[in-house]
């Protein structure tokens, strides 16, 4: 049994939208004010921070009968080599699944190995969340009932709204720049 979870689309096109969002004017606002930076050199740079944010996004847990484990495709390799390239975890060297406060009040959960003292966090992003967590309690006897991911659905669905407003502004800017 080989299972495959993969980040949420929606996750995935609201964050590489809010991105476009965030970036997207700054070429043209340094053409108009005749900043010290190239508008070039921006796109270059911003095509860079979107594959990176891309590649982010392209992680995947894949699960069999022996582990666990996060992996990248191999063309995102490279933008991570620096970070890692994700880990495996055999089923029997999972002890426990911790949980951890995040600095802004969330709850997220990490595997501790027997083996060592890392703790891998476990992916929450991902699409058949509730099958994973029922694979992992299957697998390692660890109670995952309580086990939420950190942000619902509801939250990336008003992201993405207050991301097309701020797309619609970004239109209004660029426009404005460009005819002034």
């Given at each position: 049994?080989?299972?495959?979870?993969?980040i949420?689309?929606?996750?995935?096109?609201?964050?590489?939208?809010?991105?476009?969002?965030?970036?997207?004017?700054?070429?043209?606002?340094?053409e108009?004010?005749?900043?010290?930076?190239?508008?070039?050199?921006?796109w270059?740079?911003?095509?860079?921070?979107?594959?990176?944010?891309?590649?982010?996004?392209?992680?995947?847990?894949?699960?069999?009968?022996?582990?666990?484990?996060l992996?990248?495709?191999?063309?995102?390799?490279?933008?991570?080599?620096?970070?890692?390239?994700?880990?495996?975890?055999?089923?029997?060297?999972?002890?426990?699944?911790?949980?951890?406060?995040?600095?802004?009040?969330?709850?997220?959960?990490?595997?501790?190995?027997?083996?060592?003292d890392?703790?891998?966090?476990?992916?929450?992003?991902?699409?058949?969340?509730?099958?994973?967590?029922r694979?992992?309690?299957?697998?390692?006897?660890?109670?995952?009932?309580?086990?939420?991911?950190?942000?619902?659905?509801?939250?990336?669905?008003?992201?993405?709204?207050?991301?097309?407003?701020?797309?619609?502004?970004?239109?209004?800017?660029?426009?404005?720049?460009?005819?002034?």
């Amino acid at each position: 049994m080989t299972s495959v979870f993969r980040i949420s689309p929606l996750v995935r096109i609201t964050l590489l939208s809010l991105y476009v969002a965030l970036t997207f004017p700054l070429p043209f606002l340094a053409e108009v004010t005749a900043a010290p930076v190239s508008p070039r050199w921006l796109w270059v740079g911003l095509g860079l921070g979107f594959i990176a944010v891309y590649a982010a996004l392209s992680d995947r847990v894949i699960v069999d009968d022996e582990q666990i484990q996060l992996t990248y495709p191999q063309w995102a390799l490279p933008v991570f080599r620096l970070l890692g390239r994700g880990w495996a975890l055999k089923w029997s060297e999972i002890d426990s699944l911790k949980l951890r406060t995040t600095g802004q009040g969330g709850l997220v959960y990490y595997f501790v190995s027997r083996n060592s003292d890392q703790a891998y966090l476990l992916p929450m992003r991902i699409v058949g969340f509730a099958k994973l967590t029922r694979i992992v309690t299957e697998k390692t006897g660890i109670d995952t009932r309580d086990v939420r991911p950190l942000a619902q659905p509801w939250m990336y669905l008003i992201l993405l709204g207050c991301t097309f407003f701020l797309l619609l502004i970004d239109a209004w800017t660029v426009t404005t720049a460009i005819q002034g």
